[in-house]
């Protein structure tokens, strides 16, 4: 079976899973679309892809900066007329991991403006493209300390910016549902990334896999659901 000519936007792919999940992507002969916030590490990403054989284009993103959005959106409508898909892994971590009685306001908004705002943002503006290149799909990059169930102190300002942002994917789903978009949330479990850190069980190609898994062998009816590496996890 062919796979379809329209590209995926990968967030975030500059580095650590983003970049994994380009790499992974390209491997498997999709189109894949790289993008960054800082153009230098960007290029130099697409470069380093471009070394191992493997063609990626390159978008300037920064997921937390709403014009950057509106920009990028533009440009990538010049360059192709649909999206296959939207993965959205962009995503940040605050230095301090401790109890969310030391987190601070900044911290806090900060992680919550990239994590959560910006994906919502990103889908807005991104809608036209995906409904041409239905039946298309977006991936939300969680984890299981979004897990609201399953929630405990610590990481508070990244625990509770995966919580809203697996909230938002809820009321997305519906709302997608009838544009031919399906939307899903996905873990790629604890994984040795530079937020992740290298006590983490889980390789940077395995926490990768878990995401590219959802494009390559789930169907696209699939829709409104929290994958983690090995089951589904409870919202």
Not at 81 to 108: H, K, M, S, V, Y
Not at 155 to 183: C, D
Request: proline letters at 6%.
């Amino acid at each position: 079976m062919s796979l379809p000519s329209h590209p995926i936007l990968v967030t975030g792919g500059n580095k650590g899973i983003g970049l994994e999940i380009c790499r992974q992507l390209a491997r498997l002969h999709y189109r894949v679309i790289l993008s960054a916030r800082s153009p230098e590490r960007g290029q130099a990403a697409v470069a380093r892809l471009a070394e191992e054989g493997l063609e990626v284009e390159f978008l300037p993103l920064d997921v937390g900066d709403e014009a950057s959005i509106q920009t990028a959106t533009r440009e990538l409508a010049r360059r192709h007329p649909a999206l296959q898909a939207l993965i959205n892994n962009a995503a940040i971590a605050p230095a301090r991991f401790g109890t969310i009685l030391d987190a601070t306001a900044r911290e806090i908004s900060e992680t919550f403006t990239i994590n959560t705002l910006g994906p919502i943002l990103l889908i807005q503006a991104l809608l036209p493209l995906l409904k041409a290149g239905k039946p298309s799909r977006v991936i939300n990059v969680s984890s299981r300390l979004g897990s609201v169930q399953d929630m405990t102190d610590g990481w508070a300002a990244y625990g509770i910016s995966k919580a809203a942002l697996n909230a938002a994917t809820r009321k997305l789903a519906p709302a997608l549902a009838p544009q031919g978009v399906s939307i899903n949330v996905a873990s790629p479990g604890w994984v040795q990334t530079e937020m992740g850190g290298q006590e983490a069980p889980l390789s940077v190609e395995k926490g990768a896999r878990n995401i590219v898994r959802l494009i390559t062998e789930f169907p696209h009816d699939v829709t409104n659901r929290f994958f983690g590496e090995k089951d589904e996890i409870p919202w």
